[in-house]
């Protein structure tokens, strides 16, 4: 006892605990202890970012498991009372119709009421985002309440709506990523940083699609087809962590809701192993990808002019504008109506043209689902249309097989939604949902035959929907001639530059900022040698110049000069253009860095800009040559 | 009669043929027709480049196919031989070894008299090509020859030597497709274009994969993963499409060849598909990959640590140095004595520490391969192991399954094999090889574990051979911290820039051209003003001196303006940095453009160049701030 209490005393002035003394070992305890510490710090180190995507993959898939229960549910409670209503044909009606109108007309109401950006997927959108473009409010939390609720009433109106969740989940996990990163800022007190918000926002898009379908590698490779035009290997592997945490938690509470037993695919198919398909049928999946292929192009050009002859249409177009919900309402009717079960709704084959006009609703939707599953009906109609011509199947070398036309509906899937959305992932999409991947080759040809078809006629649906609400963007430069390769900026720049030169007069430069409205202007060294020196902000240049008392001592001009002089700050332009910079360079720069805009200079004179209007009309032009007057 | 006649007569100042006319319908005809000719242009085209990928994936696909038919009829003969030879000791062994150490020291001795670069998998030095450095003669078609000959004396080495194809198989890919690019060049008479060229070798590489594992989707995630930074999807396109023509050709042959009915993946699985693993396995499944990726840290520290020893070794880099094939036949020697069947062979557990000393043969051959089975075998160990611990399966819920090994194989070599090259598209690979992917989520999560462990304590299998090869390379900016955002080029600039003015005199230009050694030379206004008018390449200047008459006329110093006016030529500067541009900019700008070099101007002056040395240095400073002294 009096040992315990010496060691005690003793322990005051030296680190080393009685603990460690009475246990064996000291040294190697101590040993692993460090090693601890060392781990700890190491994976802190590389840890932060990583925390902070797992945490949004797990968030999301809580959301997005929370908002399939609670759809489930009501679905549920609506076919109970249609069955339950009695016989009654007007009962029967009301109870089929009222339920997705009072959901429909509630989901636009509210989301409207909120905030005007909530409606749609949002998809588009983000893609203008993460080109560079600041769309204001876009991604603010405010708007996260407003599109889950929204999308919870709009997938609940079910089968009549039948519209999905893909969009809008990528632009909840988008919100999510923007709002997450920004209590970053706030918590540890960094400075604020575009290109790491622009990581994580990427990584949210990827953790969007795979909290929906379980599906992290097509999460991940669809977000990128569809995002960006170009992407770093840093960015892809943020985007398999987060989406892998996000479908890890979704499927995991799948099974602790003892739906399911242990993780799987969504929607498990087991086709034979051994032959999944003779080789003469790679011949019928090129066919049916080009068959989607066609589709995809009629699809998206009906879509774009109905759109656009809601938008136009005086009678729409004012509804729209003024009442919302009831427009939703009304097209709701529409669909309930067509789709009610003891009418035209068991004559109906296809839903084709009704998902045209769900797409025009105002309420937070996806519209990926119900696009692949149209192509997964029209797959296997071919399919189930080969099994009847060919009842033996397709007779190769000695052994036949009889034709699986699920493995058309797989094809068929990919190859529309590939097709429509341009994109080539959907391939992978189809073998993680199902499990298997045996159909691989033929699945790959079919959406590369749909895509070949739809990419030369048709902008896909997310530019597509670009195109109609005017969003800005940048297009591809899709011309290879080797002509287009000797355009230079010189050809296409803006050479109406306002600049700004130190020996300006002050009420020069009071005219010019109040007769423009531009951000930036470039300050040059005098207006005789127009030498860059940087840029200055419109607002801190206003607020110079209201602070610059404006008495003149006579016999001295007063000048911009003296302005700079108080501190009104300079910015640098970091990355110069020449005149002889070549177009193709130029959109490359664009569209790797997001750039909005850039300076010309030649022998250091500023001689001219490039923004994406003068990007835009070059590419045009070069696309397009104009005809020779 | 007299009508044909007529008709005939007509013809020939009208284009409507007598055919035609005769026809019913000759309006619906013509319009087919128009159509058809439309078509027609429209495929060209679009075509053109898809027409080159698709040669490319084929011919590929017949090159790979018919390596591996030759490589199994001689491992068949090698085994009969070996059986057949009787029961006495001495001539079994001989059997045994001769072989393998004959191919091997002649595909040494083969491929290194035609080419020295032809040994190794090529990975290395491509991802350096990719990066914008040129290696001369390395995409040489020559090599080709001599690297498929060496290559199939390799793989028919067999299990001895145990090495793979993949990463010869992605040289010569693209060895074939710049060749393909030259010729286009030729036949075509367009001017070369470099990023053309770039996106012909992108998709080389991913065509390389494919075609050896009959897997388009990993093809081509793996060749980006492995080979850039950075990415466009319109290269990630024409991958797939390349990709795809090459696996479906390589498989078509096998049905041809009937050894497959029809086209199915590799090696095939029939995995449970209704509950392939039980839920608490993801945490064995986790533990797996945390082990592959220590595993892969002491393999890829062993396999440096040997290549270096190897290297400055005096014996055998003497041996390496003089003559290759006899080190190559004594490695083999080794190797053979040490599998040798009724010898230590049947007691080894692991090839892992052969593997290190077969790498280190001069040979062509893949690595990717042998580390992939290793990484199976590991987790197929630990997947008996559990079975054999839990013999009943792991008790979740109510009914309990069986572990199933196959499942830890196949994460164990994704795991391995994507820790060792520090990609995640093993993972992919290793669904598309065995047509199943149930297990899509664990053998994703044990993939993350593993790189995690693996990038944060070794360069990939790649990168550490550019180190030991002392290949130039730009290494990423590890460091996060806000901090590194704050360091600007003016800080790490290289400032000792030798610049031409238009006012040099001619002597000086020649002192300069004949002291220094650059490719390049920036050529400045006036010696005063320095600034920055475009660069004079050193050949053309080294010509217009020499062309220019030395005579000069007395009290007119003859200077570089003279030289100018006679037609040398200057090429314009087309980026510029300025010295607020920040490390990580710049970095970026290397990465994305494949930059060697750039010039820094500050107001029109060329004040210093940027070029991965100073990147480099800068990089390492960032990362590892220099001790205060």
């Known amino acids: 006892m ?29 040993g692993i202890r460090g090693g601890l510490e060392w781990l700890k710090k190491k994976l802190f180190r590389v840890g932060e970012d990583w925390y902070f995507l797992m945490t949004l993959g797990v968030l999301m898939a809580l959301i997005s498991y929370a908002m399939s229960f609670t759809v489930g549910r009501v679905a549920q409670a609506h076919k109970w009372l249609y069955q339950e209503i009695g016989e009654g044909h007007l009962l029967r009606y009301l109870s089929w119709a009222v339920y997705p109108i009072a959901l429909v007309s509630f989901s636009s109401g509210f989301s409207q009421s909120i905030t005007p950006s909530s409606g749609g997927s949002g998809i588009p959108e983000l893609k203008t985002i993460l080109s560079g473009v600041v769309l204001e409010d876009y991604l603010d939390i405010k708007n996260f309440g407003a599109k889950v609720v929204g999308l919870t009433c709009t997938l609940a109106g079910g089968s009549t709506i ?11 996990s988008v919100m999510m990523a923007a709002y997450l990163g920004r209590l970053r800022v706030v918590t540890t007190g960094e400075p604020e940083n575009k290109s ?6 990427v990584a949210g898009a990827a953790v969007g699609v795979a909290t929906v379908f379980a599906a992290p590698f097509s999460g991940v490779l669809f977000s990128i087809e569809v995002m960006s035009s170009h992407f770093s290997v840093w960015d892809y592997w943020r985007g398999f962590f987060a989406a892998t945490c996000g479908a890890f938690m979704f499927r995991l509470l799948a099974v602790f809701n003892s739906e399911q037993e242990t993780i799987t695919s969504l929607f498990k198919t087991s086709f034979r192993v051994d032959i999944p398909f003779d080789l003469p049928e790679i011949f019928f999946f090129v066919a049916l990808g080009a068959i989607c292929g066609v589709l995809s192009c009629a699809y998206l050009f009906c879509q774009r002019t109905f759109l656009g002859f809601v938008k136009t249409n005086p009678v729409t177009s004012k509804l729209l504008a003024t009442s919302k919900p009831l427009y939703s309402a009304l097209a709701a009717l529409i ?3 067509l789709t009610y079960p003891p009418g035209v709704g068991r004559f109906m084959a296809s839903r084709f043209w009704m998902l045209i ?59 529309f939604s590939g097709a429509v959305t341009h994109t080539i992932s959907t391939a992978l999409l189809a073998f993680e949902m199902t499990g298997q991947i045996v159909h691989a080759l033929p699945v790959l040809m079919a959406v590369l035959a749909a895509n070949a078809i739809a990419q030369s006629f048709q902008p896909s649906f997310y530019d597509g929907t670009i195109i109609v609400k005017k969003l800005p963007y940048l297009p591809w430069i899709r011309c290879r001639k080797i002509s287009s390769h000797r355009v230079v900026v010189e050809h296409f720049m803006n050479r109406g530059i306002t600049t700004l030169a ?9 005219k010019v900022v109040t007769s423009t409205d531009l951000a930036e202007y470039p300050l040059v060294e005098s207006t005789e040698s127009q030498v860059l020196l940087g840029t200055m902000r419109r607002a801190a240049l206003v607020q110079a110049l209201q602070a610059e008392p404006l008495s003149w001592a006579p016999g001295h001009q007063r000048c911009l000069q003296d302005v700079l002089a108080t501190g009104c700050p300079v910015e640098p332009v970091t990355l110069l253009l020449s005149p002889e910079t070549s177009l193709h360079q130029a959109h490359n720069l664009f569209e790797l860095l997001n750039l909005q805009f850039l300076f010309v200079t030649s022998r250091g004179r500023a001689v001219g800009t490039v923004s994406w209007v003068e990007l835009k009309k070059a590419i045009s032009n070069v696309t397009n040559p104009p005809a020779p007057k």
């Open 335 to 337: 669909l309930a109506s």
């Open 162 to 172: 039948f519209l999905g969740k893909v969009g809008p989940f990528v632009h909840l």
């Open 196 to 201: 790491k918000q622009n990581e994580m926002l």
């Open 2 to 30: 009096e040992e315990l209490v010496g060691l005690r005393e003793g322990s005051s002035g030296d680190p080393v605990t009685l603990q460690e003394l009475w246990g064996p070992c000291p040294r190697i305890r101590r």
């Open 502 to 510: 130190k020996d300006t007069p002050l009420e020069e430069v009071v």
């Open 357 to 415: 006009l769900a797409t025009t609703i105002p309420i937070p939707a996806g519209y990926f689902m119900p696009i692949f599953i149209f192509g997964a009906a029209t797959g296997r109609l071919i399919g189930e249309a080969l099994s009847l011509a060919f009842p033996e199947g397709i007779v190769a070398g000695g052994v036949t097989n009889p034709i699986v036309p699920g493995g058309y509906a797989l094809a068929g899937a990919a190859a």
